[in-house]
């Protein structure tokens, strides 16, 4: 098995583990499970983080090196909460996901470390919180960060969708937003912490190469 698919392998490995992170919640250190309005992890090597929420909700909290995350769960007829995560670096730019790379949003912490915003509560959602825009796309364009431009990670080929790599990746996830791509690793390591990694929202004539 080439390094490239060991890589997708242990991407993929990382999912199981995440699903199954509430099983582990107050065994393991920085992941908490509960429901409330106030939650606290005093256990984590990475950040102890505290959320408040202006409304009820089921969480799953897990504070991990570099990442952040929060399964918000609706657990009453409230549409929205509002949302105030403690425990970072004070005046510090943090980068915000919801459920997909795709959504990103920049944000600055105050002085005391702390950081507050609107929760949609019409459906669950996985908020993630990392140090650094982190996602590389792989489409039927060629490649883009997280801000649309060419991250010169690697070459396009437009006739057989195929994405060479021309260096390894660090600390990012490449995702691949279309069907009938072929990502080429070329020899190059792609390899970090949490769910860093490649990560596909399409399922059919993937190929890795």
């Given amino acids: 098995m080439n390094r490239a698919k060991t890589y997708l392998v242990a991407a993929m490995l990382f999912l199981v583990l995440a699903n199954a ?3 582990f919640a107050g065994i393991l250190p920085g992941i908490l499970e ?4 106030n939650f606290e992890i005093t256990d984590s090597s990475y950040l102890n983080i505290s959320v408040n ?12 090196p570099e990442m952040v995350t929060i ?18 670096a004070p005046n510090t730019t943090y980068y915000k996901y919801e459920d997909s790379h795709r959504n990103l949003v920049e944000f600055t912490t105050d002085g005391t470390g702390s950081y507050t915003y609107e929760q949609d509560l019409s459906q669950e959602h996985l908020v993630f919180i990392q140090t650094h ?27 057989t969708l195929t994405g060479a790599l021309t260096t390894d990746i660090n600390y990012k996830t490449i995702e691949i937003d ?29 190929t890795m190469g």
């Fill in 133 to 159: 825009p982190s996602t590389i796309f792989l489409t039927s364009t060629g490649w883009e960060d997280d801000y649309g431009n060419d991250p010169e990670v690697g070459t396009w080929d437009p006739i």
């Fill in 53 to 64: 929420s202006s409304e009820e909700i089921k969480v799953l909290l897990q504070s991990v």
């Fill in 178 to 206: 279309d069907n009938g791509i072929t990502l080429n690793g070329a020899g190059h390591v792609i390899s970090g912490l949490g769910s860093k990694g490649i990560h596909s929202t399409k399922t059919t004539g993937i």
């Fill in 34 to 37: 509960g429901t409330g309005t």
């Fill in 21 to 23: 992170s509430s099983a």
């Fill in 71 to 88: 399964y918000v769960e609706p657990v009453s007829e409230a549409t929205s909460t509002t949302i105030t995560i403690s425990g970072f």
